[in-house]
């Protein structure tokens, strides 16, 4: 089975009614594998509406990885190209206000000394649990080259998960679905298409996830 690259281009699908359905990002590999990350939406017209039915609905977001990459540079490339062959910052199915490169990328930029020790400052004292180094180390040992987590870490990343979301301590504890969002989902679910690659990429995601439970 082949290792996914440090970093990669996803869509995240949204199910509900208050936003639009779709987002095109890019982020590091672990975060979308095994941190349930969904994206993180900064343009004024949505970024409140986006956290809030985070918050309040996780349920309703599913996100799925479209390419991996070994830079972070590579990946925001990607997420551009993708973004403009869908057209994405002009039609009404995608929550994107902005295309990557143009909004994100620090290429050609330079930084003030003073934005850089903040940088320096930000990074110093910043931890990580002991399965998202192993997931980290994981991918960087990869890089593409099919490398599998060893059992100590599996068992360290299902260690490292144990109690986070159970009971009270799940976002969606105590809730139910309406028959409403019932059905949006159900509609989605059946109207959503994906490539024979696509198919291939979450097959190996899901995989890869319930290896490391």
């Known amino acids: 089975m082949s290792i996914y690259k440090e970093f990669c281009v996803y869509i995240t699908k949204y199910c509900g009614d208050r936003m639009p359905q779709l987002y095109i990002g890019s982020r590091a590999t672990v975060d979308v594998l095994y941190n349930n990350y969904h994206g993180t939406v900064t343009s004024k017209k949505y970024k409140k509406i986006w956290e809030s039915e985070l918050q309040l609905h996780p ?3 599913s996100t799925v990885i479209e390419s991996t990459h070994d830079t972070r540079q590579e990946a925001l490339d990607a ?3 993708l973004q403009r062959s ?3 910052v002009e039609s009404e199915m995608y929550i994107n206000q902005a295309y990557a490169n143009k909004k994100f990328s620090n ?3 330079t930084l003030s000394e003073e934005t850089k020790q ?3 400052e930000a990074k110093l004292g910043k931890k990580f649990s002991d399965a ?3 997931a980290i180390g994981a991918a960087r040992r990869g890089k593409g080259v099919g490398v599998k987590a060893s059992d100590e870490t599996k068992q360290k990343m299902r260690e490292s998960h144990k109690g986070k979301h159970a009971g009270a301590k799940n976002s969606f504890y105590g809730k139910k679905h309406s028959e409403e969002t019932k059905q949006k989902i159900s509609t989605s679910s059946k109207l959503r298409k994906h490539s024979e690659e696509t198919k ?5 995601a899901r995989k890869a996830a319930w290896a490391n439970r």
């Open 86 to 88: 869908c057209n994405a």
């Open 200 to 204: 291939q990429r979450i097959g190996e």
């Open 118 to 120: 903040k940088m320096r």
């Open 59 to 61: 349920e309703l977001f």
């Open 132 to 134: 998202h180094k192993a």
């Open 79 to 81: 997420e551009e190209r």
């Open 107 to 109: 290429l050609g930029r």
